[in-house]
């Protein structure tokens, strides 16, 4: 079967679109008060912090409305005290600006997808183009995980090297009330989950769009 060049930067397109779509998808699993909460309750959020579990529970919700809705402004208080210093708001400021991009990209490859398939009129470069790109984002995924498991701080500190300005990411768990409600736990704990999301949902695309159906090589 012949596929012309343009089919295949498509096909290409696609396969990129697929995996920002599975990422993101993957990722708003996890932007909700009962898994933050279920690992806040691992991980000793409450221990750390010092305040009682409601108080806990309260500056969450907050905080993932302003990460998630907005306004982003991280002024949360309990006991009329600010939860945050200055450095610590400007660094979620920072984070809620890095998932409004990403969230925007996301936004674009799912239109993206929807307008591919429909001018697709069933060809397979649309299905393998999902295919494959679900497939390199599982085997991304697996190799991220083994240096992840090898060397997480590492792993953890080169990420937030890519996405933010030097420095404004380290705080002291001692004192700042960021890490102690986000304790290093919950990143390693919600990395892994968010690691078997994305395989799973992977799997599934790159199973649907590699399995040849009847009649689609002779399109």
Do not use: C
Not at 28 to 53: C, D, H, I, K
Not at 89 to 109: I, K, P, Q, S, T
Not at 124 to 142: C, D, S
Request: hydrophobic letters at 55%.
């Amino acid at each position: 079967m012949n596929v012309s060049p343009i089919e295949t930067l498509l096909s290409v397109l696609v396969a990129v679109a697929t995996m920002l779509v599975i990422v993101g998808v993957a990722v708003l699993a996890f932007l909700n008060p009962v898994w933050v909460g279920f690992e806040q309750g691992r991980s000793g959020a409450v221990a750390f912090t010092g305040y009682t579990p409601a108080q806990v529970e309260s500056v969450t919700d907050s905080v993932l409305s302003d990460l998630v809705v907005g306004p982003p402004s991280f002024a949360q208080t309990v006991d009329g005290s600010p939860v945050f210093t200055d450095r610590e708001r400007a660094h979620m400021v920072d984070v809620r600006g890095v998932f409004a991009a990403f969230g925007a990209l996301v936004l674009l490859a799912l239109v993206l997808l929807i307008g591919a398939r429909i001018g697709s009129h069933g060809r397979p470069w649309f299905r393998r183009g999902m295919g494959f790109g679900a497939l390199a984002l599982g085997v991304g995924v697996i190799l991220g995980g083994i240096v992840s498991v090898l060397a997480f701080d590492q792993a953890f500190e080169t990420f937030h090297e890519l996405f933010f300005p030097g420095g404004s990411y380290e705080f002291d768990p001692l004192t700042d009330r960021l890490v102690q409600l986000f304790p290093i736990q919950f990143w390693e704990e919600t990395s892994l989950a968010l690691g078997v999301v994305i395989l799973v949902l992977a799997g599934i695309v790159a199973w649907w769009g590699l399995h040849e159906r009847k009649g689609t090589a002779s399109r």
